[in-house]
């Protein structure tokens, strides 16, 4: 599987939202969602979209897509005079790049408890526990077989 390199968690991490807004804040994540369900967009099409639900200001949205372009969340590119913006990567890819952190986190810091919690949480469900067996013995194959 792909890893992704880029924090994607620099903000943090918020047990209690759902979803994205677990590490991005309220605009950001409506940013996304529209840019992963229609793109690339221009500054006024991802405005028009997000005046849909909210008063908000050309300069605001402007200034979040330029700062999520820095963050290495969008991609921009020049059509004409205006920029139009694309999410970097699809909603799968961002969404294990975020697993993928938080839990490299948690075993970085607290291996023995992570992986024990982790495996009380899944056992709970045995549809799920069946998954990581087959996870586990499909990446012991893999080792095996001198692949990463």
């Not at 880029?6 to 807004?21: D, M, Q, V």
């Not at 997000?50 to 050309?58: C, D, F, P, S, V």
């Amino acid at each position: 599987m792909k890893r992704i390199k880029p924090k994607i968690t620099s903000r943090g991490f918020t047990p209690g939202k759902r979803g994205t807004a677990q590490v991005l804040g309220e605009l950001q994540t409506a940013v996304m969602e529209i840019l992963w369900s229609e793109s690339p967009l221009a500054v006024t099409e991802v405005e028009q979209k997000l005046q849909k639900n909210r008063e908000i200001a050309h300069t605001t949205v402007l200034t979040t897509l330029d700062r999520m372009h820095g963050n290495n969340l969008l991609l921009r590119e020049k059509q004409g005079k205006a920029y139009v913006y694309s999410p970097r990567y699809s909603k799968a890819e961002f969404e294990r790049g975020v697993a993928q952190e938080v839990l490299s986190g948690l075993l970085t810091q607290f291996a023995e408890p992570a992986l024990s919690a982790f495996v009380e949480l899944v056992g709970e469900d045995g549809e799920k526990l069946d998954q990581l067996e087959e996870l586990i013995r499909l990446k012991r194959e893999r080792m095996e077989n001198g692949e990463k």
